[in-house]
């Protein structure tokens, strides 16, 4: 009772905040991918869509909306926040680091960012999320997560997979069988691992209240998937 306490009270942000409002404003960057070969990106809460960008470029849109009161009233703190927020891009040895800067003097705690990264489709991804939800697709150059709570959805071609969500879902499925250390675990909740339709993997206890299916194909594509509280699941094929 007391995780599903802790899940209803992060989550309210978010229910707040549908995402099929539109929001308050809407900002916009394109930056060229030579010399980048990775993208960062940091968030509070919100919702995340990494796709393939069509050329070699970074694309970038993110859709600010304050949550609101629980009386229906959006919070003029965020609004102040929303009015003055810049998206902060750093570049560091290769790395673009991506994020939303807002003043100093403002309150960005309850604003919900959305975002929408399109990226070469070899390039590697990396996400760190509090409270939201994370969706990557067509990636192929790697994928990284954290998340608090939320939801994390991949749909993948191929590479490396490493993701972790304190409380929600994980549902992961890869279009390859170049794959090999591969592990899938949860402390609390259900996971599962399939390899061409079929059920598997070696079902292993490495601690108390942690269970954890691995398996070893004969590839390169290193996953691992974990949650604490949740559900995880895993497909992975040669179509």
Known sequence: MRRAAVLLLFL??????????????????VTPAAGISAVALGVNIGAVTIMPSKDAEVHV????????????VFSMGGE???????????SVDGVLKLSMRYPANTDASGVNEYW??????GMHVSSDINVGKLRISGISGGVEANLNVGKVTLDLPSGPMKVSVNVGKINAQAHTLNYGKVSVSADVGDYSLEVNGVSTGNQEKTSPGNHRLSYQGHGQDAISLTVSTGKVTLALSGK
């Open 80 to 90: 102040h926040a929303i009015k003055a927020a810049v998206i902060n891009q750093v």
């Open 61 to 72: 849109s993110v859709g600010l909306r304050p949550s609101n009161s629980f009386l229906g």
């Open 12 to 29: 309210l942000p978010l229910a707040a905040c549908s995402l099929q409002e539109q929001p308050v404003r809407t900002l916009v960057a």
């Open 116 to 121: 929408t990264v399109a990226v070469p489709a």
